[in-house]
């Protein structure tokens, strides 16, 4: 388990990144973190990885220190939003400069998956596409088979069919390996389908996090309509994120979905539509509950 | 202890794959200008007093290749993307840091140890004088140098966050560390401002009255820097143990420096200068320093207006700085004040330099002067001479005057200056009134590494083995007998981190004078089978004109005859003073290479031998008469 305690960093005085940041991210999940720009997602990932030291707090991984921790580093690769490869370097040069230094390294994953995505590997990168050279990137942080592994702007650059294909490599990865993935977007629809957990940076803290399943179960949408008059109190003892109510049909943003789901319907309501919440939605209505607005957050 | 805990080889492997071409350009390109540096040298002449000048091409590239070096190792640290591929491996602060300085230090040493294998090579393959010691010396001088211009460097690099600031702050690093040395205590070890005062009495000023004190060298201001030995100019470096202690231990003291640098460093701190702020103007204040000395030299030498365009030049730079660090200038008053404080403190400075680095030596209180003369180390103590040697000095106004390297002891300190005194007698004159002994005299020839026979413009080397050794060494006392005064021995030895040179006439001995002419003899049969090889001239200090161009027109008739006349007298002992020379040339070599014709008689027996047999040719006849008629008379033998 990955438990970031207590974090702060700033680069100039009066002017926090992060700001005491305590989390824990579980093992063999796939957490994401979303936040707008500048939020510090880039700057939490370095630090977790020992590029930034941190003003105070501590990064631990299974109670050990992660800072210049060499031995817990060859289980842990980074792939930063902006990529570096030597210069003139292939994708086999590149390769074998991994396979030198992470002990469990597999070119022949490389290889692969390098003729399955049609890359070249012995072409220069620097001739590659944007896309081309986040996939080599990422199919080098893969071949790792290390156990934490941590992507900042996972995606981007990537068209939806390699996009697919990563993630279902991923996902792979984290069955086969017990692997634990974080990785950064400020796209949180991007991270929907991928993720088990995810958590909301904001002002360099935590503000919200959660298993995404459970807050899908949990939290639930509904359309009512009752006979007769009817206000928010009418549905007191559910716990209301949100209420809105528009002629005779109100719309509820209710927290406990499956004791919605017992309670409502003994209510007699004339319309009930219980409606699917987008993850976006979600947000928008946990941060509007904690009195912030989403649009600023996000 | 795992040595991966400090060194990750196969780190290193892969950085030097990524940076092979800069490698293999560096590790090319020294031996290459050493090569060429070598041959040109060879055409020359065969020796040089200091190592420095065989490894002028090291020298030079002692700044650049552990510069270029450094930054291909840790130049990553100046980009944020770089920052994170490299940081993110799995290999501490620790580690990165140990890998990519030693294995700088490997790589430099891999230069070095090339550059000095070429060295031997070239020496025990051709007639440079380039013995073991100064192999050595040379070996252990530039690898010394390019280990601290490397850990300069690496510090640099560790504390600035872009490229330029950290070439900046390696030149303040170098630069500033010999100027505070010199101001606290190494401005008696070399040149400065020595002023003798002399009491008019002793010493009275023979041309100009005013004048009560002699600037024994006015070498004035940059000097100093000479004396981090490694970085200065190779002309002026001598090797110094304790120079080259003093860099050690500051390349020690500079890589832990870097190391804690390094490891501590906020790795955010790229594509920036400095992030601290104080900093970024220290060091650009820092930067100013050799403006300050600038401006400074002109007014003291009153020259205000190029003193105001020094400072305006000083402030353009200033401004500038700003732009290519930071693309901005501000906040202008700020940027406006450090620079007045600054120059204002500069000034102040230098002004307190000249004043520590000037110091007086009143001619009373000198117990000794030591002067280098040729073959002669001269030591003077008696007070009297003292007082003529630097009284003389003083009235050299409208003299021709030589300046030699001294050294005055005063108040039990050596000072290191140059003296001038009037002409080469004054020398000479000291020398036999003190009956000195010269070097050739002192010498322990045992010491002896590379020798040559200096013969008519040509030095040939000869191997020096123990049958010379003792002919040297049994007739170093004996005076030279005009008969055997043919030619010189050139001798070197290196001592003291220095070749030393002694000329030994071979006029001392008769045995030395037929061994060297039987050598000399040997050289130039051997040479005749050469390539391309021509007879030039023949001479004879007392033979005629005519003499020598019969005989020529002889050799160029039959020149087989006369090369086994040579070889036939190759042997013969010195019998007289009427020598001749045949010279030749190898056209191949551009050398050129000379016979001593030991018994002239016999030459003059073949003369009249071929006189006779071509009595009646007419060239011979029209040669004859051409000489006659130019009243120079045929030589009668």
């Known amino acids: 388990m990955i438990e970031l305690k207590n974090l702060s960093k700033s ?91 992470y002990p469990k390294f597999a070119i022949s994953f490389v290889l692969k998956e390098a003729k399955t995505l049609h890359l070249d590997i012995n072409q220069n990168i620097a001739s590659f596409s944007k896309g081309m050279k986040r996939q080599c990137a990422l199919l080098c942080a893969l071949a790792t088979k290390a156990k934490y592994l941590f992507f900042d702007e996972t995606f981007d650059g990537l068209d939806p069919v390699i996009r697919k294909h990563f993630k279902n490599l991923l996902v792979k990865q984290m069955m086969k390996q017990d692997t634990t993935i974080i990785m950064t977007s400020h796209n949180l629809r991007e991270l929907e389908d991928i993720c088990d957990n995810l958590g909301l940076l904001y002002k360099g803290k935590i503000l919200f996090e959660g298993e995404i399943a459970s807050l899908k179960t949990d939290m639930v949408k509904v359309q009512i309509s009752l006979k007769g008059d009817f206000d928010e109190k009418t549905f007191a003892d559910l716990d209301v994120l949100a209420y809105k109510k528009i002629g005779q049909v109100a719309t509820l943003i209710l927290k406990d979905g499956p004791l919605a ?6 209510l007699k309501p004339i319309i009930l539509d219980f409606l699917p919440l987008t993850l976006e939605e979600m947000f928008v209505y946990q941060m509007e509950a904690l009195g912030y607005e989403f649009n600023e957050v996000l | ?324 660090a930071q693309k901005r200038i501000k906040p202008l008053p700020l940027v406006l004040f450090t620079f007045i404080i600054s120059m204002s403190l500069y000034h102040g400075m230098y002004a307190l330099w000249l004043r ?133 021995l050139e001798l070197y030895y290196y001592e003291n981190h220095e070749l030393k040179h002694i000329s030994y006439n071979v006029g001392r001995s008769e045995e030395l004078a037929n061994f060297v002419a039987h050598y000399i003899n040997q050289e130039f049969l051997k040479h005749q089978k050469s390539f391309n090889f021509q007879f030039i001239n023949l001479y004879n200090e007392e033979a005629t004109d005519i003499y020598e161009q019969v005989l020529e027109y002889f050799i160029s008739k039959n020149p087989a005859d006369f090369l086994k006349y040579l070889k036939d007298h190759q042997n013969d002992p010195i019998t007289d003073h009427k020598y001749i020379i045949a010279i030749a040339e190898d056209g191949s070599l551009k050398r050129t290479f000379a016979y001593l014709v030991s018994d002239s008689t016999t030459l003059e027996n073949l003369y009249n031998e071929y006189l006779e047999k071509y009595a009646n040719d007419p060239h011979v006849q029209e040669l004859i008469a051409e000489c006659q008629e130019n009243e120079m008379g045929i030589h009668e033998y």
Not at chain 1, 261 to 266: A, D, E, H
Not at chain 2, 359 to 366: G, L, P, V
């Open chain 1, 11 to 101: 680069f100039t005085k009066g002017h926090d990144v992060l700001a005491g940041l305590t989390c824990q991210i579980p093992d063999n999940a796939i957490y994401g973190l979303v936040g707008a720009n500048g939020a510090g997602k880039s700057t939490l990932l370095r630090i977790i990885n020992s590029i930034y030291r941190a003003d105070k707090g501590q990064v631990l991984i299974d109670g050990v220190d992660v800072f210049d921790n060499e031995e817990l580093k060859k289980e842990m690769v980074f792939v930063p939003d902006d990529l570096f490869f030597f210069s003139s370097y292939s994708l086999y040069q590149m390769a074998k400069f991994y396979q030198a230094l």
């Open chain 2, 1 to 324: 202890m795992n040595s991966m805990k400090f060194f990750n080889f196969k780190f290193f492997k892969e950085n030097c794959k990524q940076a092979k071409g800069l490698i293999i350009f560096f590790l090319g390109l020294l031996p290459l200008i050493t090569i060429i540096v070598l041959i040109q040298q060879l055409m020359s002449q065969n020796y040089v007093q200091n190592f420095q000048n065989y490894g002028l091409a090291t020298y030079f590239l002692s700044f650049l290749i552990p510069v270029a070096l450094a930054l291909a190792l840790f130049g990553f640290v100046f980009k944020k993307k770089s920052v994170d591929f490299y940081l993110a491996q799995p290999l501490n602060r620790k580690t990165i840091f140990l890998t990519n300085y030693l294995g700088g230090l490997a790589l430099l040493l891999l230069i070095i140890i090339m550059n000095t294998i070429i060295l031997a090579i070239f020496g025990a393959a051709t007639e440079l004088v380039l013995p073991f010691k100064m192999l050595l010396d040379y070996f252990v001088y530039f690898t010394v140098t390019y280990f601290f211009i490397f850990s300069i460097v690496t510090l640099a690099i560790s504390l600035a966050g872009n490229f330029i600031t950290s070439l900046i702050l390696s030149i303040l690093i170098i630069a500033l560390v010999p100027f505070l040395k010199a101001v606290n205590w190494t401005y008696k070890e070399n040149g400065n401002q020595i002023r003798v005062y002399c009491n008019a009495e002793i010493c009275p000023i023979k041309n100009n009255q005013d004048k009560e004190y002699h600037y024994l060298y006015m070498q004035y201001d940059l000097a100093n820097y000479n004396f981090t030995t490694p970085v200065a100019l190779p002309f002026i470096a001598d090797f110094r143990v304790g120079d080259v202690v003093r860099t050690i231990i500051l390349t020690i003291i500079y890589s832990l420096l870097a190391f804690i640098s390094f490891t501590r460093r906020p790795m955010e701190n790229n594509e920036c200068s400095f992030k601290n702020n104080f900093v970024y103007h220290l060091v650009k204040c820092l930067t100013l320093l050799p403006f300050g000395f600038l401006c400074f030299s002109y007014l003291t030498m009153g020259n205000y207006s190029g003193w105001l365009i020094f400072l305006v030049i000083s402030l353009i730079y200033f401004l500038a700085y700003d732009l290519i």
């Open chain 1, 261 to 266: 789901k017992k309670k409502l319907p003994k």
């Open chain 2, 356 to 488: 520590i680095q000037t110091k007086d030596i009143y001619m009373k209180d000198i117990t000794s002067i030591k002067i280098n003369y040729n073959d002669l180390d001269l030591v003077i103590t008696e007070p009297d001479e003292i007082q003529t040697f630097l009284g003389e000095g003083l009235n050299i106004d409208g003299r021709d005057y030589y300046s030699y390297k001294a050294k005055i002891e005063y108040h039990k300190q050596t000072y290191t200056t140059h003296l001038n005194l009037p002409g080469e007698s004054f020398l000479t004159d000291y020398q036999k009134r003190h009956n000195l002994k010269s070097n050739v005299e002192t010498t322990n020839y045992a010491k002896i590494t590379d020798a040559f026979v200096s013969f008519w413009g040509n030095d040939l080397k000869i191997k020096v083995d123990n049958k010379l050794i003792n002919l040297l060494e049994d007739n170093k006392t004996k005076a030279i007998k005009e008969k055997y005064n043919f030619a010189t």
